[in-house]
């Protein structure tokens, strides 16, 4: 999920564990040439920037020795399963609360999933 901590979670276990870390996001914003996940959605779609999230995926499926941080969002994507099979995948559980509160704190401008007006208080 986002806010979960799977980039600052990947970039310790990759240290650890002494393997090459990557981050699927970062890697797709530069396969596209475009700064950030937020401008790809305003500019192209999100459907544009899944099939280039699978594309990333798909590549770094067939190395070893890494650690991915995926967006929050890959997994809805069957074939991105089947990438992440390849290797050995980690489920960060955060509460929802926890998940909110981060959130908060850095805005919802970099989550374009999340930077929508909503009329629910909550989801506010």
């Known amino acids: 999920m986002m806010g979960s901590g799977k980039s600052t979670v990947g ?3 990759a240290e650890v564990l002494g393997y090459s870390y990557f981050d699927s996001d ?6 596209v040439g475009m700064p950030s996940v937020a401008q790809i959605f305003k ?7 899944r099939d280039s999230e699978s594309s990333v995926l798909r590549d770094l ?5 890494l650690v991915v941080a995926t967006g929050g969002g890959a997994v809805i994507r069957p074939v991105n ?10 489920m960060l559980d955060v509460p929802l ?8 704190q850095v805005g919802t401008a970099s989550r374009p999933l ?8 909550y989801t506010a």
């Open 11 to 13: 970039k310790i276990l």
């Open 26 to 31: 970062s890697l797709v914003e530069q396969a």
């Open 43 to 49: 500019v192209h779609s999100e459907a544009f920037f």
């Open 61 to 65: 499926s067939s190395m070893h020795r």
């Open 81 to 90: 399963w089947r990438y992440m099979k390849k290797g050995l995948s980690i």
């Open 97 to 104: 609360d926890a998940l909110a509160k981060r959130i908060a």
């Open 114 to 121: 999340l930077d929508q007006p909503s009329a629910d208080p």
